[in-house]
């Protein structure tokens, strides 16, 4: 069974499932080059049909994550709608716009009107592709079902409590489900006036942040500041009522006043260090209430988080050390970019059971879901450029040899990564011994990041050495305190408070942990720093073009592309594109 998943608000993105497990999937942004891309995924949809050559004709169902968010108006056409990540005119428009169909949702209730006019919308758009679509296989999924699906359905979990922890979608911000033998079944929520996630990004937008990726500045900020100082002020902000997920906001987080507030009053008074850190320990101490109350009442310690605000992952890191937890999960893809997935594993999973055949949660193991391209192509690329390049049959050996020598490398290799995080195939690798080298990479990739880099550690050095209380975390979703003596040694990727967010990598990511193995062998580290391939503000490189394109903006030293190894001191020079 093959069901093609599809999110068109921002992150918007494809993925096709066969038989309950995602075979492939990506980000729009990937391939139209605009960060956090929104709007109609042709592109996406198109490529996850390539990669896993599918026709039209097999696709047993589409399912659209977004009852009624977002409103038909706006899928009808997104363009019109300029969606603003930072404070200004447009994005005082976007929120008075939000507000006013809130308001309007409250006085006239009609939520199946609205699932109504998105369903016309989203098939027209869906028969211009292919006009013999059966309209009966198009489902629209609930936002946060999509997210909970996403995170449950791929967890490896039978039985589990999800916590959907979001800005807003189809009129919640924050869910509660409990998961077992496949089936979800949602036990509370929060209002979307009462939200985490707009908390924390009204409080990102306050501290001239873009919403959506600034958050992890704040979060990154956080460890620099003193929570006391601001703590009383926000703490008042946004209660929880009723421990049933009753939360009560006395600020108005739908809009801009909070984010306004922050901005002309608060960070004249308190220093953004202090108001980042009150703003995350009050996100901690919320959630730490609500996961304690579900887990101890329901008697269920696996613990799955989904929705934007997991990706705040020092929150994660305070959920895992709960001694009522036992194990954590959180979905690689989060936020709204993983809700195709979540949307297609939904659709899959309720067919499936009516046809008889129930498709259980399985443990991801990697989000190796985007397009690869063969060393054919990557050879036709080069020369496009009019750039020299020598073929390399052990790629992996001369990485982790110009790694070991202290060179900046990107590794540009198989499939593309799905979800915020490179973790190895498009990526940039250095030793992180390697002195100054977090100024040096700052400078080159134009970043302005208050988090360290990240680390990818060999699993067992990271157990045994590295991390404290370590637990195998693949997909770098959650921070770690790291053992005596590591901040001094690897300062690049340990942050000041003596924490780090490791992906850890065992022989099951083949390549790359032969990779890691060998510096380890020639430096005695086994780690790298791990940062993604791109230019600051750019989405991650996904073709052999965005890896030359970032190649000439003297981001790297080597970018090691399939088998294909260019040096910037050689080939620079000679780097002139044909037009
Ligand atoms: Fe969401």
Redesign the pocket.
């Known amino acids: 069974m093959k069901v093609l998943g599809i999110y068109d608000s921002h992150n918007c993105g494809a993925c096709l499932v066969q038989d309950g497990r995602i075979i492939a999937a990506i980000e729009e942004e990937r391939l139209t080059r605009n960060k956090i891309e929104f709007g109609f995924p042709y592109n996406s949809i198109r490529c996850v049909m390539e990669i896993t050559n599918t026709s039209w004709k097999e696709i047993d169902a589409v399912a659209i994550a977004g009852l009624k968010d977002p409103p038909p108006w706006y899928r009808l056409n997104p363009k019109m709608f300029k969606f603003k990540r930072k404070m200004g005119f447009y994005w005082s428009l976007q929120y008075t716009l939000w507000r006013i169909i809130y308001t309007v949702r409250k006085i006239f209730p009609f939520p199946q009107l609205e699932t109504y006019l998105n369903r016309l919308v989203l098939t027209t758009k869906i028969k211009r592709i292919y006009p013999d679509i059966d309209l009966k296989k198009v489902f629209l999924v609930d936002?946060h079902l999509a997210?909970a699906s996403a995170g449950y359905r791929t967890s490896g979990f039978n039985k589990a409590l999800v916590f959907g922890l979001?800005?807003s979608?189809d009129g919640y911000s924050s869910t509660v489900f409990t998961a077992e033998n496949g089936e979800l079944n949602f036990i509370a929520g929060s209002s979307e006036k009462a939200s985490l996630g707009k908390l924390y990004s009204n409080v990102t937008l306050g501290l001239g942040f873009k919403k959506i990726s600034g958050e992890g500045k704040v979060m990154g900020l956080s460890a620099f500041g003193d929570s006391e100082s601001f703590f009383s002020e926000i703490d008042r902000v946004i209660q929880i009522k009723d421990i049933e997920m009753g939360f009560f906001s006395t600020e108005d987080l739908l809009g801009n006043t909070y984010a306004k507030k922050i901005h002309r009053i608060y960070s004249r008074k308190f220093s953004r260090e202090d108001i980042a850190a009150a703003t995350q320990r009050k996100l901690e101490e919320m959630v730490v209430k609500i996961v304690e109350h579900f887990v101890k009442k329901l008697d269920i310690a696996n613990v799955i988080i989904a929705?934007?605000v997991a990706s705040n992952v020092n929150m994660n890191q305070v959920i895992r050390e709960l001694g009522c937890v036992n194990s954590t999960f959180v979905f690689p893809n989060m936020?709204?970019g993983g809700?195709s997935a979540g949307a297609a594993l939904e659709i899959c999973y309720s067919l499936g059971k009516e046809k008889g055949k129930k498709f259980f949660p399985y443990r991801l193991d990697n989000v190796f879901l985007g397009p690869a391209f063969s060393n054919e192509k990557i050879k036709k690329t080069i020369e496009t450029y009019n750039l020299k390049a020598g073929y390399v049959e052990d790629m992996e050996s001369r990485i982790a040899e110009l790694v070991a020598e202290g060179k900046i490398v990107a590794r540009v290799n198989g499939r593309m990564e799905f979800g915020p995080r490179a973790l190895g195939n498009r990526s940039i690798l250095v030793l992180p011994t390697s002195p100054h080298i977090e100024d040096v990479l700052n400078q080159r990739l134009r970043r302005d990041e208050f988090m360290p880099f990240a680390p990818s550690i060999i699993e067992e050095y990271a157990m045994n050495e590295y991390l404290e209380d370590g637990v195998p975390s693949p997909f770098m979703t959650e921070t770690f305190y790291v053992k005596e003596g590591i901040k001094e040694k690897y300062p690049a990727v340990v942050h000041v408070d003596n924490t780090c967010r490791p992906q850890t990598v065992n022989e099951e990511n083949e390549t790359y942990y032969r990779i890691i193995k060998r510096v380890g062998e020639l430096t005695g580290h086994y780690v790298v720093l791990n940062t993604s391939y791109n230019m600051h503000e750019e989405p991650i490189v996904c073709s052999p073009e965005d890896a030359i394109d970032t190649f000439l903006k003297k981001a790297v030293d080597y970018l090691a592309l399939g088998n294909y190894l260019l040096s910037s001191t050689r080939e620079m020079s000679a780097a002139k594109k044909k037009m």
């Open positions: 936002h997210h979001d800005g979608g929705g934007g936020g709204d809700l």
